[in-house]
């Protein structure tokens, strides 16, 4: 085929069997073109048969964009890793943790209401310093050196900077090492051998053991069934460990890098662009498609929807337009439904009992003005802190039925503590609720059970957080800022086959703010879409644990909590006792 470029128009895209895509019609609707094999001479004929024109929005030719894309990409000098691009010249280093931050592009083309459009936003990778091999001789002098190693490396996943591929370590061959020999397709070879020809890498360490790889499901079906061993010299872990993400000073030093500010995101989005449209070869392949990026973000008109109006007990204020914080006037007025606890528990190790007492203090304090009538608790001290404390102290005390409320004081987040005591205390002596999901159908039926002749009205919206569409507030003066809380966007940018929105529904004091999409699937409600969105809005607003707005309904947050805490602590039924209250909070 591609001796047959310029019947093409100098480019086309060929799935290697039977597709084909060029920029421009071919001159006949059947084309036979001859070319000779150049193994063994043998000529070939190939048949191109014209089938039909595509439009710009058909799923084929945004395909094809995105593939496009990804060639732009590469030839900017991006690494890909996974799904996503790294720009291996925006490498932050932070040598006092011995971390680096790649910097990358995620990329999505699509139609849109108005326009083929692409989404683009930044995505960071971290990357350790240290190889694999330095982490098993850190651990090397342990007596169980074997295990802590395991322990320590087994499930991360590693990224082989030769080749820039990432792999999920399942557990380490003590019984190999570089020597060992594999079969290729050359015949055996040595590990030794294959990294200095393949790659040019100089091993040092001959009695490293193996990292093994188990093939993933998608492996299997493409046929490949063997192990892949990688050497710890040559493999760096990615991410970050519990005990870094539980140090300020590591994640404070990491978000200087990751939570970029709209100015300078809009910057960083600009220079971009602008590197793609200043390459040449970049510039005269998308000429060829004719494609061509415009120089400027898209600009939209949004809406912001009025403040809403707190109502606690016999009051009402309004939150800030700003922030939409209400937590300064929550703080000192009564609040609409109160619940008086006289009988409840408090769990803390001997060493922390001074801070306890302390809190217990302000906390007695600060509720009455909120209406909230609180008694003094029973405190009980434990020797230390082992979980099985803890079950036995809310095991003895909780199991006379009459323990309204149990506050447990942990010295740290360990998870292993954390399941056992929420698994008793959720289970055994019933402090929780369970969410079922129910589809659109499976609610309509329930709903004609229940209500049997009634026209029930009924919307079902796909809330989605994890999307890589940002809005910047152009501001004269300070350039780009936030959107305000409450900013709506149901316009251009939106999908032209969806009833769907975006909303910024929270203010954030560091970086750049991400919306919220709302695909409203299914409505026989009779609702007008600015009802529905300020409705959306107002839902917001009623996260308990939050004096503010949050990043999606009350419902969604609500839900995701008590999944994560039945899949992560409980794993088995919670006692229905808890049915009515926000245990998972």
């Given at each position: 085929?591609?001796?047959?470029?310029?019947?093409?128009?100098?480019?086309?895209?060929?799935?290697?069997?039977?597709?084909?895509?060029?920029?421009?019609?071919?001159?006949?609707?059947?084309?036979?073109?001859?070319?000779?094999?150049?193994?063994?001479?043998?000529?070939?004929?190939?048949?191109?048969?014209?089938?039909?024109?595509?439009?710009?929005?058909?799923?084929?030719?945004?395909?094809?964009?995105?593939?496009?894309?990804?060639?732009?990409?590469?030839?900017?000098?991006?690494?890909?890793?996974?799904?996503?691009?790294?720009?291996?010249?925006?490498?932050?280093?932070?040598?006092?943790?011995?971390?680096?931050?790649?910097?990358?592009?995620?990329?999505?083309?699509?139609?849109?209401?108005?326009?083929?459009?692409?989404?683009?936003?930044?995505?960071?990778?971290?990357?350790?310093?240290?190889?694999?091999?330095?982490?098993?001789?850190?651990?090397?002098?342990?007596?169980?050196?074997?295990?802590?190693?395991?322990?320590?490396?087994?499930?991360?996943?590693?990224?082989?900077?030769?080749?820039?591929?990432?792999?999920?370590?399942?557990?380490?061959?003590?019984?190999?090492?570089?020597?060992?020999?594999?079969?290729?397709?050359?015949?055996?070879?040595?590990?030794?051998?294959?990294?200095?020809?393949?790659?040019?890498?100089?091993?040092?360490?001959?009695?490293?053991?193996?990292?093994?790889?188990?093939?993933?499901e998608k492996d299997i079906r493409a046929g490949r069934t063997d192990n892949i061993y990688l050497l710890p010299e040559l493999c760096v872990l990615t991410g970050l460990t519990d005990e870094m993400r539980a140090n300020v000073s590591v994640m404070r030093d990491l978000a200087q890098h990751t939570r970029v500010e709209p100015t300078k995101r809009v910057q960083n989005l600009l220079e971009f662009i602008g590197r793609i449209n200043g390459h040449a070869e970049i510039r005269q392949e998308m000429n060829r498609w004719g494609l061509v990026f415009d120089d400027a973000l898209v600009s939209i008109e949004g809406r912001?929807?009025?403040?809403?109006?707190?109502?606690?007990?016999?009051?009402?204020?309004?939150?800030?337009?700003?922030?939409?914080?209400?937590?300064?006037?929550?703080?000192?007025?009564?609040?609409?439904?109160?619940?008086?606890?006289?009988?409840?528990?408090?769990?803390?190790?001997?060493?922390?009992?001074?801070?306890?007492?302390?809190?217990?203090?302000?906390?007695?304090?600060?509720?009455?003005?909120?209406?909230?009538?609180?008694?003094?608790?029973?405190?009980?001290?434990?020797?230390?802190?082992?979980?099985?404390?803890?079950?036995?102290?809310?095991?003895?005390?909780?199991?006379?039925?009459?323990?309204?409320?149990?506050?447990?004081?942990?010295?740290?987040?360990?998870?292993?503590?954390?399941?056992?005591?929420?698994?008793?205390?959720?289970?055994?002596?019933?402090?929780?609720?369970?969410?079922?999901?129910?589809?659109?159908?499976?609610?309509?039926?329930?709903?004609?059970?229940?209500?049997?002749?009634?026209?029930?009205?009924?919307?079902?919206?796909?809330?989605?957080?994890?999307?890589?569409?940002?809005?910047?507030?152009?501001?004269?003066?300070?350039?780009?800022?936030?959107?305000?809380?409450?900013?709506?966007?149901?316009?251009?940018?939106?999908?032209?086959?969806?009833?769907?929105?975006?909303?910024?529904?929270?203010?954030?004091?560091?970086?750049?703010?991400?919306?919220?999409?709302?695909?409203?699937?299914?409505?026989?409600?009779?609702?007008?879409?600015?009802?529905?969105?300020?409705?959306?809005?107002?839902?917001?607003?009623?996260?308990?644990?939050?004096?503010?707005?949050?990043?999606?309904?009350?419902?969604?947050?609500?839900?995701?909590?008590?999944?994560?805490?039945?899949?992560?602590?409980?794993?088995?039924?919670?006692?229905?006792?808890?049915?009515?209250?926000?245990?998972?909070?």
């Amino acid at each position: 085929m591609n001796e047959h470029r310029e019947r093409f128009g100098l480019c086309f895209v060929f799935d290697g069997m039977s597709d084909l895509k060029t920029p421009t019609r071919l001159e006949a609707d059947v084309l036979e073109l001859k070319s000779l094999r150049p193994s063994d001479g043998a000529p070939i004929v190939i048949r191109i048969k014209w089938v039909q024109q595509l439009a710009p929005n058909n799923s084929e030719v945004l395909r094809l964009l995105n593939t496009q894309m990804r060639r732009n990409l590469e030839r900017l000098g991006f690494v890909q890793i996974n799904r996503h691009f790294f720009d291996k010249c925006a490498v932050s280093a932070i040598p006092q943790h011995g971390l680096e931050l790649w910097r990358g592009l995620v990329t999505a083309i699509g139609q849109h209401e108005t326009d083929v459009m692409m989404v683009t936003d930044t995505v960071h990778k971290v990357l350790r310093r240290d190889s694999v091999l330095d982490i098993l001789q850190h651990v090397s002098a342990l007596k169980n050196y074997r295990e802590e190693a395991i322990k320590r490396i087994a499930g991360c996943i590693v990224m082989t900077p030769y080749n820039n591929k990432t792999y999920r370590v399942d557990d380490i061959d003590w019984n190999k090492n570089p020597l060992s020999v594999f079969e290729s397709k050359e015949g055996s070879k040595s590990y030794l051998d294959y990294y200095r020809e393949q790659y040019e890498k100089c091993i040092r360490d001959m009695q490293q053991p193996l990292l093994v790889c188990r093939p993933k499901e998608k492996d299997i079906r493409a046929g490949r069934t063997d192990n892949i061993y990688l050497l710890p010299e040559l493999c760096v872990l990615t991410g970050l460990t519990d005990e870094m993400r539980a140090n300020v000073s590591v994640m404070r030093d990491l978000a200087q890098h990751t939570r970029v500010e709209p100015t300078k995101r809009v910057q960083n989005l600009l220079e971009f662009i602008g590197r793609i449209n200043g390459h040449a070869e970049i510039r005269q392949e998308m000429n060829r498609w004719g494609l061509v990026f415009d120089d400027a973000l898209v600009s939209i008109e949004g809406r912001v929807l009025p403040t809403e109006r707190i109502r606690q007990g016999d009051r009402s204020h309004r939150s800030d337009p700003r922030t939409a914080d209400f937590s300064r006037e929550t703080c000192d007025q009564p609040l609409h439904i109160t619940v008086n606890i006289q009988s409840w528990l408090v769990i803390c190790p001997k060493r922390d009992e001074s801070n306890t007492t302390e809190f217990v203090r302000t906390l007695l304090s600060v509720c009455p003005p909120m209406g909230l009538g609180l008694g003094q608790p029973q405190i009980v001290q434990l020797e230390d802190d082992r979980a099985g404390n803890y079950v036995r102290a809310l095991h003895d005390v909780g199991a006379s039925g009459n323990l309204q409320l149990a506050m447990l004081v942990l010295a740290n987040n360990r998870k292993d503590r954390y399941d056992m005591i929420k698994k008793q205390a959720c289970v055994d002596l019933g402090l929780h609720t369970q969410v079922r999901e129910w589809e659109i159908e499976q609610i309509v039926t329930a709903l004609d059970v229940l209500f049997p002749g009634v026209e029930h009205k009924l919307a079902f919206v796909v809330v989605t957080k994890r999307i890589s569409t940002r809005f910047f507030l152009q501001d004269p003066r300070r350039g780009y800022n936030n959107p305000l809380p409450g900013t709506v966007v149901d316009t251009e940018v939106t999908r032209p086959e969806r009833y769907d929105y975006f909303l910024v529904s929270q203010s954030v004091r560091q970086g750049t703010v991400a919306p919220t999409h709302y695909n409203v699937i299914h409505d026989t409600t009779g609702l007008k879409p600015d009802h529905m969105q300020r409705l959306s809005y107002k839902m917001t607003h009623l996260y308990f644990n939050w004096p503010g707005t949050i990043r999606v309904p009350a419902p969604c947050q609500y839900a995701h909590k008590l999944a994560f805490l039945a899949g992560q602590s409980l794993h088995s039924e919670h006692n229905a006792k808890l049915a009515p209250t926000l245990f998972y909070l």
